[in-house]
Structures are given as C-alpha cells and as structure tokens.
C-alpha cells in the first residue's frame, strides 16, 4: 500500500461566508472528522484518564509527545512492546510532536546548531542530542499514524534577523526530515514558522506548502503574544496553505481560540489547557471559566454545566466536586478533567455540525457573545502565580 491508500483527506464542506472547513482525515487507525481537537497524552496518558475514559468522551485522536516518551520510558522499549498504539491500549489515531518545542522551552542551556539541538534531560541532567534524523527515528520507533517534522520555534518577542534564521533552519530539518522518513504508514506534517512577521509566515507557508508532506502545521503562535495579533498571523499563514491538506494549528485550546482558528481554516487542535486546568480546579462552562474552589459553589447542588452529557455533570454536583478539590482527592481533578475534555470535544462537534449546516457565522457570533474568556493580565497573573508555586514545591 502506498501513503496515498492509507492517508488522504477529504474536505467535504466550507463555509461561505468564513475560512471554516469541515472534513475528514483518514489514517490506518481510522478516520478523524475535522475540525477537531486532540487530547494530550504527554507521557502515553491524557492525565487522570483512562483510554476508555478518553474514547467515552468522543476523542477520536490523541497526540503524545517525542521529547517526555524519549526519555520515559524509552521509544525503543515502547517498539519493542509493539508500539504506543498497544502499549497504552489505545487504538484509534495518535499524532506525535517532533519534541522540538520542549526541547527548546525545558533548558536554557540547550545548543542549537544547524545539525540538530543537543540538550540536558529536565529529569536527571543526562546529555542528550536531537537532530531531524534522530526525531523521525524516536517517532517511527514510537508507532503514531502521523509524526511531525524537527523544527525551531522563535520565542515571543524575536528579532526578525533570528526569526529568519529560525525559520530557514526549521525548512532545512524539514527536507531532512522527509529524507529520513521510512514508514509509509505514518504520515508526515511540515510546521510553518516565522514569528510575528507576516511576509515571513507567507515565505513558511509558501515553501511547506510546496513540500511533500500529508499535512501543514502552524508553530510558533500562542507563545505569549496578544490574542489578536496570533489571529492575524493565523490568517495571514492559511491564506498560504493548500486546500487540500489539514491544518494543524499547535499547542492551542482555549474555547475562543478553537472557534476563532476555525474561522480562519485551521482543521486540528492540541492543548494541554482541559487536562491542566481541570487538576487546578477550573472547569469551562458556556459563560466562561468558573474556578470549582471558590466558597460560592459549596452548597450548589447542579452540575459543572446544566445539560453536559459528560460522567462528571451527570452523576455530581459543583459541591461534590469542589469537596473533592478542596480535601485533594484524586477523583476531583478527574472529574473536572473529565468535564474540560468532553466541553472542548462537544464544542468541536458544534462547530463542525454548524459548518455542515451553512451555520457558522451565527454559531460563532452567539459563542464569542456568551463565552467569556480570561483577560490577558489575568492570564499573566496565573501564569506568575503558577511558577511561584512551581518554585516552592
């Protein structure tokens, strides 16, 4: 079988007045209906959960990380236990990052060159080496239907001159990265870069659009600059990209964003944000997000969200929940992860019936109108809080 018999995607309808898609991406593991947002199983687990738990709430694909199963357990134990789809007992399909973000973002003392990144393990110092090669290698070995290829991602705020230079290297470990690959039964996703610099998100685009790839991410957004000026950059990179391959717009999974990157093409979403924020004790409603340790919900006896067909709001109560929370058991993060998993799937799920109805102008007008997301200095203040918790232990 060649990749075109095991890969293709068919983009069954658009909308009219917007850059929506809805689709269907067909791997060997089965078909993923766009758009759609992935789950995060960092280390073979979406955290808290189980692969049943994970299948109950609609996902039909998973993403797992190169640079954290690298070192933990091993990409070599995980082939030899017939790979990630067998040995976290999830079989439907898995899509692996290059490592390249955490290898960038977990050590200040990593050495980039053009040959690859040689870095220490955020887990006990070792030494290690990363090159185009060697990420496609770690993935093969690791078994996921679609692989990413070994980029650079420029921090938020760059230099042009460095933006540039990040980005030329990212397409050179890109045609590395094709001429490594081995297994046709993986597909392979180039990543556009080029910071925030319009004409250089368009040369990225450009030039991985031109590349054989089966599919084109978008790095290097969501890395700390204002909301309206990723939705720019967004727009400015789909505009570049074929229409016949998916989207893939990384690392991103507040409500907003998700509707707001369906507006402008994207098909495929990750984030860590449901799981994180769910063993935190935040969960998402329609309205926003509520924080399930506040006083006000210790006698309130509804669900997280009135009308959630998730196992947390049909069986318990914001009380139960935030008891839970507050006497730090297990089943309270669970739950709430449970509850942020489900919300961001359903509202994939929303969103696609409203392209598929010619209904997403609307759909995303009355969504933007009701959810209320977090500002951009709350955000700051918990990003500054979280790292002084992190500091204490």
Not at 174 to 195: D, H, M, S, Y
Not at 309 to 321: K, L, Q
């Given at each position: 079988?060649?990749?075109?018999?095991l890969?293709?995607?068919?983009?069954?309808?658009?909308?009219?007045?917007?850059?929506?898609?809805?689709?269907?991406?067909?791997?060997?593991?089965?078909a993923?209906p766009?758009?759609?947002?992935?789950?995060?199983g960092t280390?073979?687990?979406?955290?808290?959960l189980?692969?049943?738990?994970?299948?109950?709430?609609?996902?039909?694909?998973?993403?797992?990380?190169?640079?954290?199963?690298?070192?933990?357990?091993?990409?070599?134990?995980?082939?030899?236990?017939?790979g990630?789809?067998?040995?976290?007992?999830?079989?439907?399909?898995?899509?692996?990052?290059?490592?390249?973000?955490?290898?960038?973002?977990?050590?200040?003392?990593?050495?980039?060159d053009?040959?690859?990144?040689?870095?220490?393990?955020?887990?006990?110092?070792?030494?290690?080496r990363?090159?185009?090669?060697?990420?496609?290698?770690?993935?093969?070995?690791?078994?996921?239907?679609?692989?990413?290829?070994?980029?650079e991602?420029?921090?938020?705020?760059?230099?042009?001159?460095?933006?540039?230079?990040a980005?030329?290297?990212t397409?050179r470990?890109?045609?590395?990265?094709?001429?490594?690959?081995?297994?046709?039964?993986?597909?392979l996703?180039g990543?556009v870069?080029?910071?925030?610099?319009?004409?250089?998100?368009?040369?990225?685009?450009?030039?991985?659009?031109?590349?054989p790839v089966?599919?084109?991410?978008?790095?290097?957004?969501?890395?700390?600059?204002?909301?309206?000026?990723?939705?720019?950059?967004?727009?400015?990179?789909?505009?570049?990209?074929?229409?016949?391959?998916?989207?893939?717009?990384?690392?991103?999974g507040?409500?907003?964003?998700?509707?707001?990157?369906?507006?402008?093409?994207?098909?495929?979403?990750?984030?860590v944000?449901p799981?994180r924020?769910?063993?935190?004790?935040?969960?998402?409603?329609?309205d926003?997000?509520?924080?399930?340790l506040?006083?006000?919900?210790?006698?309130?006896d509804q669900?997280?969200?009135v009308?959630c067909?998730?196992?947390?709001?049909?069986n318990?109560t914001?009380?139960?929940i935030?008891?839970?929370?507050?006497?730090?058991?297990?089943?309270?993060?669970?739950?709430?992860?449970?509850?942020?998993?489900?919300?961001?799937?359903?509202?994939?799920?929303?969103?696609?019936?409203?392209?598929?109805a010619?209904?997403?102008?609307a759909?995303?007008?009355?969504?933007?109108?009701?959810?209320?997301?977090?500002s951009?200095?709350?955000r700051?203040?918990?990003?500054?809080?979280?790292?002084?918790?992190?500091?204490?232990?």
């Amino acid at each position: 079988m060649t990749q075109a018999d095991l890969f293709n995607f068919n983009l069954v309808h658009r909308d009219r007045s917007t850059g929506a898609r809805a689709g269907h991406l067909h791997t060997p593991h089965g078909a993923i209906p766009t758009p759609v947002f992935m789950p995060v199983g960092t280390q073979a687990t979406v955290k808290t959960l189980s692969a049943h738990d994970v299948a109950a709430l609609g996902a039909s694909i998973i993403l797992s990380n190169t640079y954290h199963l690298f070192l933990r357990p091993g990409s070599e134990l995980i082939a030899e236990l017939g790979g990630l789809h067998r040995f976290m007992n999830w079989h439907r399909p898995i899509l692996t990052d290059s490592g390249g973000f955490q290898v960038f973002s977990l050590g200040a003392t990593n050495v980039i060159d053009d040959e690859g990144v040689t870095f220490r393990s955020h887990i006990d110092g070792s030494r290690h080496r990363f090159t185009p090669e060697r990420a496609i290698t770690i993935q093969e070995q690791i078994g996921a239907d679609i692989v990413m290829a070994f980029d650079e991602c420029a921090p938020y705020p760059a230099t042009p001159e460095y933006t540039l230079a990040a980005m030329k290297r990212t397409h050179r470990w890109l045609e590395r990265c094709i001429r490594a690959k081995t297994r046709p039964e993986q597909a392979l996703f180039g990543i556009v870069q080029g910071g925030m610099y319009p004409e250089l998100r368009r040369q990225s685009a450009a030039f991985i659009a031109e590349q054989p790839v089966v599919g084109c991410a978008i790095g290097g957004l969501g890395v700390g600059e204002p909301k309206p000026e990723m939705y720019d950059m967004l727009a400015v990179t789909t505009a570049e990209l074929p229409q016949h391959k998916p989207r893939y717009m990384m690392g991103i999974g507040s409500p907003e964003d998700l509707v707001e990157g369906v507006a402008r093409g994207v098909d495929m979403f990750d984030c860590v944000q449901p799981t994180r924020l769910g063993r935190h004790g935040s969960a998402w409603t329609p309205d926003g997000r509520i924080n399930l340790l506040n006083a006000h919900w210790a006698r309130d006896d509804q669900p997280i969200q009135v009308g959630c067909d998730c196992y947390a709001c049909a069986n318990h109560t914001r009380a139960y929940i935030r008891h839970l929370l507050r006497a730090e058991e297990s089943l309270g993060q669970r739950l709430a992860t449970i509850h942020n998993v489900r919300f961001l799937i359903r509202l994939m799920e929303d969103v696609r019936a409203a392209i598929l109805a010619d209904n997403f102008a609307a759909f995303r007008d009355d969504f933007l109108r009701r959810f209320q997301p977090v500002s951009d200095a709350v955000r700051a203040a918990q990003r500054e809080a979280y790292g002084r918790r992190k500091e204490r232990g």
